[in-house]
């Protein structure tokens, strides 16, 4: 007689599929703390050539209202009268204002319209800000100078914006902009760093400004 044994079968159960986790190992300090680090992207030069960095942060930049002027303006008073009555004015260059004296001369106008309204001319703090590239060395900012003549030669522009520009070793780039600072009468100019200049915040010397 044939016996037959029966298998048995285990209950179904359904499997579930762990995803892999890697051990992490502990990040060193200095990895953390570059990881952390906030890009600059502005850097602000004084007439004595000290360099700060501008804060981007809303809980450390300075309150109050700040008006952006991008024409020589001269004979626009609601514009110039808005500034005035500001805590903050922010000068960029453009195909009217792409000289320092025009940048003077503008600096000069506003603060007839500060006394107009009462104010003094510490009321305001007014700002020049230069679009800014700093090199390794000087063969590599004479290399970039030369880049950016060559782009503007075929850009067909009007006016060429490199002008403006300061391009430079990072002790030039300061050097440069505290002499603008004496040329145009502002307070501040103000750096802005094109690309990989960004990088080069530590050789530009720029401490954190913290809030008042």
């Not at 809303?58 to 514009?79: H, N, Y």
């Amino acid at each position: 007689m044939t016996q037959l044994l029966a298998r048995t079968r285990a209950p179904h159960t359904r499997t579930v599929a762990r995803p892999h986790r890697p051990a992490v190992l502990p990040a060193r300090p200095d990895a953390v703390a570059a990881e952390a680090a906030p890009v600059v992207e502005r850097v602000a030069v004084d007439r004595a050539g000290r360099t700060t960095v501008e804060p981007t942060s809303s809980a450390t930049r300075p309150q109050g209202v700040e008006v952006v002027v991008t024409s020589a303006a001269l004979d626009d008073v609601a514009l110039l009268r808005s500034a005035a009555a500001a805590d903050t004015v922010r000068i960029r260059h453009s195909p009217t204002l792409a000289t320092p004296t025009a940048v003077d001369a503008l600096v000069a106008v506003l603060e007839g319209h500060l006394l107009a309204t009462g104010r003094r001319r510490g009321d305001v703090r007014v700002l020049l800000e230069v679009e800014t590239v700093v090199a390794d060395d000087e063969l590599d900012a004479a290399r970039r100078r030369a880049n950016l003549s060559y782009a503007e030669a075929f850009s067909g522009l009007a006016w060429r914006p490199s002008s403006t520009w300061l391009v430079g070793t990072a002790e030039q780039v300061r050097a440069d902009a505290a002499a603008l600072v004496a040329a145009t009468g502002v307070d501040e100019v103000v750096l802005a760093l094109v690309g990989r200049s960004r990088e080069h915040v530590g050789r530009l010397g720029a401490a954190v400004a913290t809030a008042a």
